[in-house]
């Protein structure tokens, strides 16, 4: 069964508290993302990886954290100079180096509700 | 930022009615794609619509694109119970992956 896996479900940090969240894919895309949705809004984009070993910076980086050291997973870590981390956080993938137009379709995990207490 | 303004932010329809939400961007794209959201749930890909495509159709879908306007519009028809979700817009630019996402079209659909 290929799609990507979002754990945990529901995480709760304190404050001050570094907290990681995984993401895994089993489909073998080459492109990563991880967003942020706060109550009734939209997706911000915290960081994106179009291959291994590499990743940028999306529109609200800050106190927030990646690697990509496996094609498979991209972990975030949500660190404490993240000063208002509660929302609900989503990763996803699409297939993207080498096909040259970028027309591809993205694959959302079930997403890590993340509380500060 | 944003690249994507949906419109309305909320829409209410009755079963059977035809639901046409609007999604504006800022920059040119090089396609927009439309995404569905049922509450505290991952978002799942409805449709996608390249830059030198006007029209697009899947199922109960249909997808415009104006790049002249850089606006689209999703028409769901004849909408169910169970289209009740939310629905985004999302777009890239350039050569790079960013896919940036719309706020979004909650929509409820009545019996």
């Known amino acids: 069964d290929g799609g990507i896996t979002q754990s945990p479900k529901y995480l709760f940090r304190k404050e001050g508290q570094n907290v990681t969240l995984s993401c895994e894919q089993n489909l073998n895309h080459d492109a990563m993302y991880w967003y942020r949705q706060d109550p009734g809004q939209g997706l911000r984009l915290i960081y994106y990886s179009q291959i291994v070993n590499d990743f940028q910076k999306g529109d609200i980086a800050e106190g927030y954290s990646v690697s990509r050291e496996k094609k498979e997973s991209f972990p975030l870590t949500v660190t404490s100079a993240q000063k208002n981390p509660t929302a609900f956080y989503l990763c996803?993938?699409?297939?993207?180096f080498g096909l040259g137009v970028l027309n591809t379709e993205a694959f959302f995990g079930q997403g890590t509700r993340l509380t500060v207490v | 930022s944003q690249q994507g303004e949906e419109d309305p932010q909320a829409l209410s329809i009755q079963e059977g009615e035809n639901a046409t939400m609007n999604c504006s961007y800022k920059?040119?794209?090089?396609?927009l794609q439309w995404y569905r959201q049922n509450s505290g749930r991952g978002l799942v890909h409805l449709i996608l619509i390249r830059s030198n495509e006007r029209e697009k159709h899947s199922g109960r879908l249909r997808v415009t694109l104006d790049t002249s306007k850089k606006s689209s519009s999703l028409l769901i028809t004849a909408s169910r119970a169970a289209d009740t979700a939310s629905y985004f817009c999302?777009?890239?630019?350039?050569?790079?992956?960013?896919?940036?996402f719309g706020t979004g079209t909650r929509l409820q659909v009545t019996l």
């Open positions: 920059t040119s794209i090089n396609n």
């Open positions: 996803a993938s699409s297939a993207e």
């Open positions: 999302a777009t890239r630019a350039g050569t790079a992956s960013k896919l940036t």
